[in-house]
Nanobody
Framework: QVQLVESGGGLVQAGGSLRLSCAASGRTFRNYAMGWFRQAPGKEREFVAAISWSGGSTYYADSVKGRFTISRYNAKNTVYLQMNNLKPEDTAVYYC?????????????????WGQGTQVTVSS
């Protein structure tokens, strides 16, 4: 069992940056691949980025590639999402999720554990 708590969301102007954090409980955090997803009002939850259990492999949605960076620090049971050059279309609730399979998967149903989400709002 893994419990996840996101933080770091907020209001930022277009072109600005934010860093999201996701703190995980449980000793088995290092066994999970981790992902970030987001959900805008009226839209389905969508994949943003994923990272392998070791942190050695990452994968990004095309819409954020080159602007967002996912990383993890297993000693602190934390995964991060550094978001640069933010755009109004990045506005959404951002969720972190844990995948016990350990692959860089992109579908919502493939992740077993979810946080409560943190709001990111980008003004134009």
């Amino acid at each position: 069992q893994v419990q996840l708590v996101e933080s770091g969301g907020g209001l930022v102007q277009a072109g600005g940056s934010l860093r999201l954090s996701c703190a995980a409980s449980g000793r088995t955090f290092r066994n999970y691949a981790m992902g970030w997803f987001r959900q805008a009002p009226g839209k389905e939850r969508e994949f943003v980025a994923a990272i392998s259990w070791s942190g050695g492999s990452t994968y990004y949605a095309d819409s954020v590639k080159g602007r967002f960076t996912i990383s993890r620090y297993n000693a602190k049971n934390t995964v991060y999402l550094q978001m640069n050059n933010l755009k109004p279309e990045d506005t959404a609730v951002y969720y972190c999720a844990a995948d016990p399979v350990g692959a860089l998967r992109t579908r919502v149903y493939e992740y077993d554990y979810w946080g409560q989400g943190t709001q990111v709002t980008v003004s134009s």
